[in-house]
């Protein structure tokens, strides 16, 4: 039987994406310096491929013939989205078109997933969970009632790499996971690494901004606030209720204590142990960089 003709629903949105794909890349590589012009230069192309009917049969069949998944993704009921027979979705939650659900994955009661969302194998979502648009989750969990805004990616590898006795760079295995908690709140196209030796935390009730990069092995506390643009290298240690205004840089295997305030744009390059309010590169005590402000300013005045 012709692949291409299958009577199942899923089989049938596979083709027609397959379809419209293979007519992109037709006039893609027939273009020459004007986009889009297949008249000019279908020349170029392999005979094979010069009428189109041929080259999407060709393309259609090459695909399905590779894509086993077809038996085994079914429609959701509840939006439209694809999931895996292998996957326990709730009959309340809702898995919009466009959205994939992949095998031995756990989504919880009135969890909804957005169109683009790729949720990957084995990754839990507790109830009343959003998801947004173009989500990538891999290699995590997820408590109950988080907001996941759009183009969040978690569950991805690390930067990790080590130099070996040959003088080449090679990877260092991220094998471990990303535990969000309970009310967490996480910006758009924010990151967050999957753990190397300890997973990767987000505390209960913490907020995370936009643009946050949270590196492999970083352990964050409770009823946290992370603004735009943070960046936590991995590893580090966060307490409970810490502050980190906008672009905050913390280094790796640093510790901040509980109750700790940031100044935006300030560098944490070694331990804080005393609760209070931080600012500078390097932070130090609030009243102290104050001063420093202070110091090169009127040196500045002073200076002829």
Same mark, same amino acid.
């Given at each position: 039987m012709n692949p291409c003709s299958g009577r199942c629903p899923v089989r049938s949105q596979v083709i027609r994406a397959m379809t419209m794909a293979g007519r992109r890349l037709l006039a893609f590589a027939c273009s020459s310096s004007t986009p889009f012009?297949?008249?000019?230069? &279908?020349? &170029?192309?392999?005979?094979?491929?010069r009428s189109s009917s041929t080259f999407l049969r060709f393309f259609c069949s090459s695909r399905l013939e590779d894509a086993s998944f077809d038996d085994k993704f079914l429609k959701w009921h509840n939006g439209g989205g694809i999931f895996h027979e292998s996957a326990c979705i709730d009959s309340t939650a809702l898995v919009e078109v466009g959205a994939v659900v992949h095998s031995e994955s756990v989504v919880g009661p009135n969890v909804r997933i957005g169109s683009g969302t790729i949720v990957g194998p084995s990754v839990t979502i507790a109830h009343s969970t959003k998801i947004g648009y173009n989500v990538a989750l891999s290699n995590c969990c997820i408590g109950d009632s988080c907001v996941v805004h759009n183009g969040v990616c978690i569950g991805q590898d690390g930067f990790g790499f080590y130099v070996d006795d040959d003088g080449n760079m090679r990877k260092k295995p991220q094998t471990l996971n990303v535990i969000i908690g309970n009310d967490v709140e996480i910006g758009s196209n924010t990151c967050i690494d999957r753990g190397s030796w300890r997973d990767t935390v987000v505390g209960d009730n913490s907020k995370i901004d936009n643009l946050v990069q949270i590196g492999h092995n970083v352990v964050i506390g409770k009823n946290c606030l992370l603004c735009g643009q943070v960046g936590i290298a991995g590893s580090a240690t966060i307490g409970d209720y810490v502050t980190m205004g906008g672009r905050v840089a913390v280094r790796d295997h640093v510790s901040i204590i509980s109750k700790v305030r940031l100044a935006a744009a300030s560098?944490?390059? &070694?331990?804080? &142990?005393?609760?209070?309010d931080y600012g500078g590169f390097p932070a130090v005590p609030i009243n102290q960089w104050r001063r420093q402000v202070a110091s090169r300013c009127q040196t500045r005045v002073m200076s002829p």
């Open positions: 012009s297949p008249s000019q230069s &279908k020349s &170029k192309l392999p005979t094979y491929f560098c944490v390059t &070694k331990d804080i &142990k005393e609760p209070g």
